[in-house]
């Protein structure tokens, strides 16, 4: 099953609005991070949260983790209609040692629309 | 230079054909990976690069085969594909570390098997 699994699959919001989006995940992590898709091109990494962090400031973006409910969330606040894209959270999972397995794995995603 | 370039961008290839994918950074990453995306769905990852040498092999067929000829280049090699295999397949970097690091994606090449 899919370690990260996201909600909503779909947001539509109007210019000027907040956008959360949410991300839960089964096992320990390392680190989570967000990234962005933009329509049929590639990802663009936007925060990396580590597991002893509990929230992260990037401009615009607000990241919190919740790592006794294995849950992230991803707000973006005054939307642009340049912020329509895919929003992907992908988790580094925890080996022994407090390393990472090699890989990331990504969550379903939620597609925003922001509406001029 | 903090660009990943992937060619070509667009491929069309039929069953039988051999074509090659190219992913080239100058960041000075030494892990490289490869994802293969379906519409509508994440990034699945096929391949993992570590200092060239092949580190995670996520189950894929042996009609893609990755190669690492050197710490900017990463080439998938592909042959006698099937029509599910179309998708977009993404390249990545990122420095290695004890944590898994930010990603860097290229823009991606679209395949389209025939």
């Known amino acids: 099953s899919q370690q990260g699994e996201e909600d909503p699959q779909a947001l539509s919001i109007q210019e000027g609005e907040n956008a959360t989006m949410n991300c839960s995940y089964k096992?320990?992590?390392?680190?989570l991070q967000w990234y962005r898709q933009n329509s049929g091109r590639g990802l663009v990494h936007l925060i990396l949260?580590?597991?002893?962090?509990r929230e992260k400031h990037s401009g615009r973006l607000r990241v919190t983790l919740d790592t006794s409910k294995k849950s992230s969330s991803l707000l973006i606040t005054a939307s642009r209609a340049a912020d329509t894209a895919s929003y992907f959270c992908?988790?580094?999972?925890?080996?022994?040692?407090?390393?990472?397995?090699?890989?990331?794995?990504f969550g379903q995603g939620t597609i925003l629309t922001v509406h001029p | 230079d903090t660009e990943v370039t992937q060619t070509p961008k667009h491929l069309v290839m039929g069953m039988t054909n051999k074509k090659s994918l190219k992913c080239e950074q100058h960041?000075?990453?030494?892990?490289m990976y490869w994802y293969k995306q379906k519409a509508k769905k994440p990034p699945e990852l096929m391949f993992v690069?570590?200092?060239?040498?092949?580190?995670i092999n996520e189950s894929v067929p042996s009609r893609f085969s990755p190669e690492c000829p050197n710490s900017s280049l990463l080439n998938l090699h592909l042959h006698a594909l099937q029509p599910e295999d179309s998708a977009l397949y993404l390249c990545a970097s990122s420095q290695v570390g004890r944590q898994i690091l930010e990603q860097f994606f290229g823009p991606g090449t679209r395949l389209t098997v025939l």
């Open positions: 690069y570590s200092y060239e040498k092949l580190s």
């Open positions: 949260i580590r597991s002893n962090e």
């Open positions: 992908a988790t580094a999972l925890l080996k022994a040692g407090g390393t990472s397995y090699g890989k990331l794995t």
């Open positions: 960041m000075g990453h030494r892990a």
């Open positions: 096992t320990s992590i390392n680190n």
